[in-house]
């Protein structure tokens, strides 16, 4: 990614805001009185981790703790590597489907250098659930022998068929070309392989968040720099990774 201050390729002022609601601290039942300061004659030590983090670990994340911790997440990988990476704001797919911000969305992704990136991710959360598109290559020819133009969705519910979002996101990517006056047409889009590994699988209803952070650190580390259908699926494997690494992964988001 080219912005060294956030891990979002956009201008945050031209990105809807999520509504927050002050909450009022309750003491007893009631509103919570400021008091005067006391003395302690022993400092009381501070919890290793907070109660509200520790439940975070259990609930489904919502996209502006999703955000959060992708920011916090890429700002560990070295400046060159993130280069030929790009990734979209976790909104951005799900707005797209809403008529009235469908536009907007294809005006903000025209301004980005998606072309010139060997993957971009792209997080999508619908129906309650988060799952993980990746394009390939994007600007590359049809004819490249070395780097193949394709689409990847990874998904840790397979039983929620992923593939039933194949036509939107096929409508999307040529909805993306033709707003930056691309030749690709419809019918070359039609022909881009839209493939879908077997990945580990969650074990609860809430993890999927997670698991679509976790499918991006780990392939920031290990993808190729020339994705090809010869080496497909790579490292991407019903055994990719151990749930004993992903729990050590959510408790070092939240510490």
Same mark, same amino acid.
């Given at each position: ?5 956030? !891990?979002? !390729? ?8 999520? &509504?927050?609601?002050k909450r009022k601290r309750k003491f007893n039942g009631k509103k919570a009185l400021s008091r005067p ?19 975070? &670990? ?17 700002k560990i990988f070295p400046e060159d590597r993130k280069a030929q990476f790009m990734c979209f704001d ?15 969305? &294809? ?24 799952? &993980? ?33 194949? !036509? ?21 889009v039609s022909q881009i392989p839209f493939l879908v590994p077997e990945v580990p699988q969650q074990r ?52």
């Amino acid at each position: 990614m080219e912005i060294s201050s956030s !891990p979002f !390729p956009f201008d945050w002022s031209n990105v809807p805001q999520r &509504l927050r609601t002050k909450r009022k601290r309750k003491f007893n039942g009631k509103k919570a009185l400021s008091r005067p300061n006391k003395v302690h004659s022993r400092p009381k030590e501070a919890p290793s981790r907070p109660k509200e983090a520790l439940s975070r &670990l259990k609930e489904k994340l919502d996209s502006g703790i999703f955000d959060t911790f992708l920011m916090m997440m890429w700002k560990i990988f070295p400046e060159d590597r993130k280069a030929q990476f790009m990734c979209f704001d976790s909104l951005w797919f799900s707005l797209y489907r809403t008529s009235s911000s469908k536009d907007k969305v &294809l005006t903000w992704i025209k301004k980005k250098p998606i072309f010139s990136k060997a993957y971009v991710f792209v997080p999508i959360v619908c129906w309650g659930h988060w799952s &993980l598109l990746i394009l390939c290559h994007f600007g590359e020819s049809s004819e490249s022998t070395s780097r193949s133009r394709c689409m990847l969705l990874l998904d840790s519910l397979e039983m929620a068929n992923p593939r039933r979002l194949e !036509p939107e996101i096929r409508r999307f990517v040529l909805d993306i070309y033709e707003s930056m006056d691309r030749p690709e047409t419809k019918r070359i889009v039609s022909q881009i392989p839209f493939l879908v590994p077997e990945v580990p699988q969650q074990r609860d209803g809430n993890e999927c968040g997670f698991f679509v952070l976790y499918f991006i650190n780990l392939f920031l580390e290990n993808a190729p720099d020339n994705f090809s259908m010869e080496g497909y699926p790579y490292f991407m494997k019903k055994d990719w990774f151990s749930f004993d690494g992903l729990d050590r992964f959510r408790e070092g988001l939240i510490q």
